[in-house]
């Protein structure tokens, strides 16, 4: 019995015992910093070096914090460190990164871990960033470099207050598989933790600070947002010249073309020098490329090759173990990262290279990088998978900053902390339907993502495909492989054509969109749930069990909305999937019209809509504005200026704030942009009027003529065409 | 250039300082203890009290080392310790626990962590046991209750000896995916770890001495290797009598019966408690069953509701999360066992129930205890999950053991360490293929597999199904769902007879295999690259990537034999899967003949076996023993004597060790036990013969008469029927 007490007062010793207190401060207006023991000096900010937007934060406004300190709590146990933040009933969750599956996730258990994504929502995708916001109104950013286990509200305590209820599985049947949690749980494996709370009130307030805490969004130079075409991986210097021509010459725009790993002498892993034989005049096709207002845009992926120049001068920088054989520097060491970074200075950048697509910084586990690698910097393995997408991201993206020039590539892993970089993710998966899920949850985490075309099954697929990519942040075409062209499907060539065109022609929407997001911190492309009126929750079967007799485990899926998602200030985009005649779009409240007629379509409620291959359904909002400018192959270069048409939608008066700057370089971090206010109002007349402020003095200002269409005054006819 | 050198300098540091020593011991014959670092108390063996049978380990004989110990290294690093072990080329792995998917393992990560198997090969399952053994002759275990990071030989170190070369995917055809690896490394989270090499000179000599180290296989009480029949949840007290006598009536053998949730008052989590509606008189019950030759299995999982009587008593010693509201004991704590488990004992194992069936104590995530729990004894969720199936397996046997009465029972999870619990691992998953290929990995890792039977879509599908479990530990039907009986398929209701009546005819055969289990450490269900003669390595496709396409990194799965095992000292089962017509059959070097009509059918080659609807294929090896008794209902009781058959295969004279003992008590354990020598020889007169030696006096002797049967001699027709 003496033994029994003892093991007693032990126990409660051992359940007391590391309660640890969280100090808090106050970082900037609306965020806070929590630390919980001894946070790792290398986290995700270290690592991405990102810079808070102080004045663009105290704008959004002073918010108390947004719940009750004391819900907050955590401690040391096990060497690591445990989180736990409240959840109500009812709050929903949304974020963790590039998910494809699932926008909503409460319930859910994560293993953030950077990772190729192998068709599961589990944590292991290309951005898992440790940030989600809620439905009450707040953000919570982990700002930790580990792989962290995320228990989103799933593991139910003895201690709760609001605890589960013990229910009878044999004849109860409101017996659940998945009893009520009242906790976002966090295991970070480290001795502390460093954490922030972003307020709203909103949701997309609680997202703007984060992102503009991260630096904001990127803006991309204007080319960035035109058409891109990744050549066959195999193509010689005088195929891409030649197939810039046949862009040219049937009329699709093009904007950057990307090479594939074949303009290296070796890949995989690489020389990072051209190959003599398929390019022997890089310099000379970067500028007859450029003659034709077309940059350019190199794959690589970062691991040396022993036959790479610089090998041997890197020696004291790799890692222990190599990818395909080539070595992995340790980019987190200055040193390292000097002398890495030389050549792709002199060597591209330099003779005039747009920017690169940096692959396999992700995973999968199979290639990368074990978990038992050792770096020199002495970070773990751990630390270096979680940051490599961050780490190539800034150092390549420097080199272009340092000569002024913007730049807009693509990268497949990025994390925490990267949301200011140029760099659009992209990876291997291809599922259509999934990859529209992970453009609508990108807009939670400060990610960009593309939905890329590659090849499809059928001409309408290629058409439902392409038409995506048109609604996303890059609009790419990715024939490394397939040589696939926007018009190698004849049957849709000219529907392919004409959504290229209008690309082009809503390039001052887009162009405002990303400035948003720098300046504001507004996601371009984001989920309908931060869209307000948008009230619908996910829909579960009552009994969340599917089948006794197969697996008597599995779980029904819960129904949510994952294909449509907002575009911009005012777009609804609903795109139609291969084989889908109809599709239902759930509008938000407030009346919406028909992006291509002006038609009113519906308020608050579920419409079904029929499909048109020529067409990707998308709905404006009441007083919508979209400045457009004519169709053209390339964008406006620096200087160049073009006239507007600027597009008003629906009953009510409204304003858009219309960005400009130069296009290409960086002068824009120094005030050389202007906003312009474009008013839609109606006149004594009762007649539709617009108007554009002009722009400020020595400030950016590229419009010429302005034309204004009221497109819910129109006869529903198709005036985009 | 200063600053260089320093950094260089703590580079070299950083590098070299962490190596650390390996500790060698030599624990018992064959069998050597490294450490590394403070390896942490509580490990697989100490959780599950394992302890070695030094005298069957001194009879396998005093190999050496079985490679250079130079070649074994480690060190702790990021607060873990690293751990590697070196593979040459051609070497090839198995092992790991029960996979479902996959036989090699060289090449394959996994992180070992107790779960219920989602569908992929990648370490989460129920019994991840950290153990393989390679085409090298020798055994590695991880002792340690940890989840454990193992990269079987895929990542490549530019330190290696053997470094994998640098090619161009460009170009060359002969560029690879996978890289050349040239060791097995871990990574375990703990400051330090102990592990065990297992020399061979075989692979299976290694498993003999892991199994043995173990302390050797369970021998199931002679009714265990019966048939059982698991009843609808909702039975009550009269409907399990009645399918009793169904099985009776109908002539179907039944040895014991398993109910299922419903015999408790409330279940998921439990109350303990029989319900007084469905089981007034569970004591009647169980004397009406015994009177049967009938035993009762209850299906439990560990979770308390706050509705059993002992909820109250056992406060102090609950983890801090709950699984389905119910409270999680923790196990580990010897007070807590003894209160816990003193229910058990006295209202079920005192009274007559034979065993349990223990349900969830392998995952899922979301529904386990979340990783972040904490558990009075101080021990991480971590570590509880990775042993709590070993945990309760020790001690719910040990309540039998107490009453010298063996059990024989069903659990979702177990690891290294419980070689020797009575226990048959199942789980929800209910592919028929990747059910066979865990049968066939059990073997490798100390583990008892059923691929019980719960229902079909066809009758092909029960027949083909019931064909198997009646060739593995436990032969099953689990109608806890689907209230399928033997019989539910009227087409083959005989065939599915006549194999449950094969089960019972070979009853001395399976007897003496456990036998050989628990004495010797063979396992009597096994893979064929345990068999000697067998050569057969996985067949992959020269370029590993299959669609650059849909998926450009998807690797091809390397094709392998999963599909067929041994069972005892001389079968080769070969099963058939509903819609085969036929299949191939693998046949290792020596002659092998049919089972059931002694034909030769082949040597060293694969041969195709047209399938027949009532026979399972299977194969015997030259000079196959196979002792069977005629078949009956149920299992020879205590003391019960019966006729013996003895069926020799082949050519080849030979010998066979027939084991017997009281069939239901651990009196073995002192001694109380025969092994018989069968020979089979030709006599002067080129006749067949056959021979058995007598039980020595006071130990048992079952037998009243034998008869001969010699198969390859027969006129090719089936005298098993």
Redesign the interface.
Known sequence: MK??YS??LF?SL??ASTAQEIHWENTAPGVWKGTLGEAEKYNLLTASGAIPNFTALTKLGKPPFPMSKDKISGRL???KT?L?LPLIKGEEIYGFGLNFKTIHQR?R?LRLHVD?YGGQDNGRTHAPVPFYVTSEGYGVFINSSRYL?I?AG??????SDN?????????DPL?T???YSDAV???I?AKGVEFYIFAGPSMLEAIQRFNLFNGGGPIPPRWGLGFTQRVH??YDQKQVLAEAEEFESKGYPLDFIGLE??W??????NTFAW?PTRFPHPEKLIQQLKDKNISLNLWINPYV???ADFYNTLK???????V????VPDLS?P?AQALYWKTFNKEHVLPGVSGYKIDEVDG????L??????F???L???QMRQTYGLLVQKQSSQLFRDQNRRTYGLVRASNGGGVSFPYVIYN???DHRDFITALINSGFSGLLWTPEA??SKSAEEWLRRFQTVVFSPMAMINA???NTKPWSYPEVAEEVKEMALLRMKMMPYWYSAFADYHFEGIPPFRAMQLESGFTLKPQGPKNELTD????????AIKKEITDQYMAGPSLLVAPLFAGEKSRSVVLPKGNWYDFYTGIYVGNGEIITVEGRLDQIPVFVKDGGIIPMMKSRLHAPGKGERYDLEIFHYGEAPSHFSLYDDDGISYDYEKGHYSWREIKVFKGSDEQWKGSISPAKAQKPNNIENIRWVFMTEGNGKNPLK
């Open positions: 033994y029994f093991w007693f126990l051992v359940f146990q096990d060497g445990y736990q319930g258990i190729h286990d228990y799933s593991g139910s305590r003895l201690d605890p589960a209820e013990a229910l009878d599985r044999n004849t017996w598989a998945t009893p749980e966090i295991l494996p991986r195999l790993p074949g290296q002498s070796k890949s995989y892993p190959d090759s022993p036959e004291p920088y790799y890692g222990s173990h190599t395909w054989a080539g070595a060491i040193e999968y586990d199979r290639w990088w074990p978990d038992v690698a050792r020199p910097s002495g773990a393995a751990e291997d998966y291809y590659r090849a490394w492989a397939s006794l007799e197969e697996n008597p485990y599995e779980e």
